[in-house]
């Protein structure tokens, strides 16, 4: 090590101060907390002074990075401070990437890498610590590793020291959930003056924000790092921005771009030009780029959302949250005083959410639940999680699992193991796999890698995927230099290795590749549907056009690789035929029973599918029981309220028990109200289903009956002693209470002149709770409201009497409503 180099740089960063108190509490704690601004030197710094620790015995620091250029350009600067090269003592792993060697203590990796490891290797008995850099960017494998590394450590390895570093996280949440102490450190941060440019306007970004950089370069000195939400934005921007600075130095920067374009977008230009990096969200991490003393903020940055529902995730553009805009803020900050031009309005400000939406709360589940399963702990709850994923997402991520095979009773399979170990998402795994045993894998791995970067030809070039693995093909033949091909054959070239395959150039059956797309996306079988415009029905239910000029759109069958999850039908991107005769093994025969309200009730048949795609249907004259009971259930917990007769007594009973749960909580009365019995119906309806099959039949069941007998038969007694359905008057009559749900006190509405003699008002719930007494006229027209009897008749009596006795003179109308006799009726003839 080059200490001496090492230690002046140490010494330049606010890093440095904190660096003996975390020593410390790594002595006595095996997990802290580290909060950092950007730009305090925690990424390089802490790794390289925490290598010769005791507890460290030798063992290796992994630092996990959430994004590829950072974990490159983080080991290249911390092999720098020590005089050598990557992948002696610092190296990095990231996807089909290895610059690591036998001397190697500290790794940076990326993406599953660390999951993968502690698959193999459950207590991870080679590494001393693990570092969770970057941890406010809330990724899903961080999620994961996290989890899975906690647990690791409180069952096998208590020796394993975890660090989690953020830069502008929640961390008292955080704190909390792993009991760790926190240490906060100062960052090198010069003040940033902020500009509020105006309103957001999405529809012209690209336009809008070449104008707010051109402004910028007249107005500031120095280099301006933009950001915008994806790569479209940022090529439609470099083009207006090349032709109107044709003297600055115009870089893009984004994921998908070659690593020796994002080395130029981050390095100083050769030339000594001004310099406009225009990049994603990738700009926001620990990565700095030299010389940037600008900052303009679009405002928006693009998040994968997946919806359950469906299956499928949509990549969309969002507003950036407030923690966010001032990361990005803070890059103008990083060597000197800056500016940062935001792209909204003070008021759109005030507005934004304070948090990003952690990744687990919006993705595709099914890597996680494949990572625990191959953990060995799909019990969601005994992990340490500082978000827990959504229960819908996990259940579409099992279901999803079962069905490729890499589950049963949600357990992991051998062949789940086996997928696992590849790096790429289950679904391909499955795809690979299943192509090894087809003697398909050179066909496999092309189409994996097509499908997995991005798409080269474009939309113009129709949605045939088929068409991709042609060009890749004569790509790979002609040996042409194309940056674009270039990755799409280094990614095949890597699955290839893997599996020891070879690549094939000759041309291919279409559908061959539509056979293997239906290994990955089983629900994703289409048909198209007869007399309408390319429109196909798929094999989860949803529907999917194609362009009508499409090759592909007057296909029968389809297989659908990549499509968008809008409201309404889908649009293709890509897919591939397939022979309805590779379709066979997926074809089930059903009996299917639903209640069509529109029809009138049940309706059963026995089908031909192939998931939710109907092939032959026929009528059913004698369903499973089971089958009828379950639509019934069904259709009543979605349309229970219009179908079922809640009529009033059904109501009163309700509100009756629902006023006895709010007066008693202790005595644990259920919850009656509608939609909690229409949710729950199963357990109280299910009774009275038999010989139910028309919409009129459901209206005919006496739900009062039902739900009475629903209830344990000392409830039962209870529920007439504490809340009884009707009152006897001292006149004799007895009248209906009137109750409400929220507990308030139950009305009795009786004539006055029935009331005559009673001098206490009415209770219910054993004495407990008065009744709210409204006293009405002969003609039935409330004259007073009250819960004191006593006090009316003393005093509010004798001002209704002088009122109403000219009005009713047949009534009786006492001096003395004490000693008056109730009557129901006018006073007897003498």
């Known amino acids: 090590m080059n200490h001496q180099l090492f230690q002046q740089e140490l010494q330049k960063l606010p890093i440095h101060q904190i660096i003996p108190q975390v020593k410390q509490?790594?002595?006595?704690?095996?997990?802290?907390?580290?909060?950092?601004?950007?730009?305090?030197?925690?990424?390089?710094?802490?790794?390289?002074?925490?290598?010769?620790?005791?507890?460290?015995?030798?063992?290796?620091?992994?630092?996990?990075?959430p994004r590829r250029l950072a974990a490159r350009s983080i080991a290249a600067r911390m092999a720098a401070l020590l005089g050598e090269k990557v992948g002696e003592t610092v190296g990095y792993r990231i996807r089909f990437e290895n610059k690591t060697s036998a001397a190697t203590r500290i790794e940076v990796v990326t993406e599953g890498i660390l999951t993968r490891m502690l698959q193999a290797d459950n207590?991870?008995?080679?590494?001393?610590?693990?570092?969770?850099?970057?941890?406010h960017e809330r990724s899903l494998f961080a999620d994961v590793a996290l989890a899975i590394c906690r647990e690791a450590q409180q069952l096998i390895r208590p020796d394993l020291r975890l660090v989690v570093m953020s830069a502008t996280l929640n961390t008292e949440a955080l704190t909390k959930m792993l009991n760790a102490p926190l240490i906060s450190a100062d960052g090198r941060q010069y003040p940033v003056e902020t500009i509020y440019t105006g309103v957001r306007d999405l529809t012209i970004l690209p336009q809008r924000t070449a104008r707010v950089v051109i402004d910028a370069i007249k107005k500031e000195t120095g280099d301006i790092l933009v950001?915008?939400?994806?790569?479209?934005?940022?090529?439609?921007?470099?083009?207006?921005?090349?032709?109107?600075?044709?003297?600055?130095?115009?870089?893009?920067?984004?994921?998908?771009?070659?690593?020796?374009?994002?080395?130029?977008?981050?390095?100083?230009?050769?030339?000594?030009?001004?310099?406009?990096v225009m990049a994603t969200s990738i700009a926001e991490t620990s990565l700095t780029i030299e010389g940037i003393s600008v900052v303009v903020d679009s405002g928006y940055g693009r998040t994968l959302q997946f919806n359950p529902g469906n299956g499928l995730s949509r990549l969309t553009t969002v507003e950036i949250t407030k923690d966010t805009a001032?990361?990005?803020?803070?890059?103008?900050?990083?060597?000197?005083?800056?500016?940062?031009?935001?792209?909204?309005?003070?008021?759109?400000?005030?507005?934004?959410?304070?948090?990003?939406?952690?990744?687990?709360?919006?993705?595709?589940?099914?890597?996680?639940?494949?990572?625990?399963?191959?953990?060995?702990n799909l019990?969601?709850?005994?992990?340490t999680w500082l978000t827990p994923p959504p229960r819908s997402h996990l259940q579409q991520a099992i279901d999803t699992l079962t069905q490729l095979g890499a589950l049963e009773d949600e357990k992991i399979t051998s062949h789940g193991k086996k997928m696992g170990s590849l790096p790429c998402h289950p679904r391909i795994a499955h795809m690979l796999i299943k192509a090894e045993e087809a003697n398909q894998l050179p066909l496999a791995t092309d189409l994996a890698a097509v499908l997995e970067e991005r798409d080269p030809l474009g939309k113009e070039a129709g949605i045939d995927v088929n068409l991709r693995i042609e060009a890749l093909r004569r790509y790979r033949g002609q040996k042409t230099n194309n940056k674009i091909w270039d990755r799409i054959e280094?990614?095949?070239?890597?699955?290839?290795?893997?599996?020891?395959?070879?690549?094939?150039?000759?041309?291919?059956?279409?559908?061959?590749?539509?056979?293997?797309?239906?290994?990955?996306?089983?629900?994703?079988?289409?048909?198209?549907?007869?007399?309408?415009?390319?429109?196909?029905?798929?094999?989860n239910g949803t529907y999917a056009i194609a362009s009508h000029t499409d090759d592909m759109a007057h296909e029968p069958w389809l297989v659908v690789a990549n499509m968008d999850a809008r409201q309404g039908d889908g649009k293709i991107f890509l897919a591939a035929p397939v022979n309805p005769r590779d379709l066979a093994p997926m074809v089930k025969t059903t009996e299917a029973v639903i209640w069509d309200i529109r029809k009138g009730g049940l309706i059963a048949s026995k089908d031909l599918k192939i998931g939710s795609i109907t092939l032959q249907s026929t009528a059913l004259d004698k369903p499973d029981s089971e089958l009828v009971t379950k639509a019934i259930l069904e259709i009543i917990k979605k349309e229970g309220e219009r179908l079922l007769d809640f009529n009033i007594d059904v109501q009163q009973w309700q509100n009756r028990v629902l006023s006895l749960k709010i007066w008693n909580p202790e005595n644990n009365w259920p919850d009656v109200s509608t939609s909690t019995l229409l949710e729950n119906c199963e357990n109280w309806l299910t009774p009275w289903l038999i010989n139910i099959k028309r919409n009129d039949d459901l209206a005919k069941i006496d739900l009062l009956n039902a739900l009475h007998y629903h209830l344990k038969p000392e409830q039962q007694k209870e529920l007439e002693k504490l809340a009884p359905r009707s009152i006897k008057v001292p006149s004799g009559s007895d009248i209906k209470l009137k109750y409400n749900s929220d507990g308030s006190p139950p009305v009795l509405s009786v004539r006055l002149q029935e009331m005559f003699g009673l001098a206490e008002t009415p209770k219910v719930n054993n004495g407990n709770t008065n009744v709210l007494l409204h006293l009405l006229s002969p003609g039935f027209k409330p004259v007073q409201v009250t819960s004191d009897l006593k006090s009316f008749w003393n005093n509010a009596y004798f001002e209704v009497k002088k009122e109403l006795k000219s009005r009713y003179p047949k009534h009786v109308w006492p001096d003395d409503p004490w000693n008056e006799k109730a009557t129901r009726g006018v006073k007897r003839r003498k």
């Open 25 to 65: 509490e790594l002595n006595n704690h095996n997990t802290l907390i580290l909060h950092a601004p950007p730009g305090a030197g925690k990424s390089t710094m802490i790794p390289l002074t925490l290598l010769e620790e005791k507890w460290l015995d030798g063992k290796k620091i992994i630092m996990l990075e």
């Open 123 to 135: 207590s991870l008995e080679n590494a001393g610590l693990i570092i969770f850099d970057e941890f």
């Open 227 to 276: 950001f915008l939400p994806g790569e479209a934005e940022i090529r439609q921007c470099e083009e207006i921005l090349k032709k109107s600075l044709p003297k600055i130095s115009i870089h893009p920067l984004y994921g998908q771009l070659p690593f020796s374009a994002q080395i130029a977008a981050i390095m100083p230009n050769k030339q000594g030009k001004r310099k406009v």
């Open 326 to 376: 001032d990361q990005r803020a803070g890059r103008a900050g990083r060597l000197g005083p800056g500016k940062c031009y935001r792209m909204w309005s003070k008021a759109d400000h005030s507005r934004m959410k304070a948090h990003r939406i952690p990744e687990i709360e919006e993705s595709d589940l099914s890597s996680l639940v494949l990572d625990l399963a191959q953990w060995g």
């Open 379 to 383: 019990n969601i709850n005994e992990l």
């Open 490 to 539: 280094k990614v095949a070239a890597s699955y290839r290795k893997m599996f020891n395959s070879t690549p094939s150039n000759v041309p291919f059956d279409p559908y061959d590749t539509g056979l293997l797309l239906v290994h990955a996306y089983p629900e994703r079988i289409a048909s198209a549907r007869p007399g309408t415009n390319a429109r196909f029905q798929l094999s």
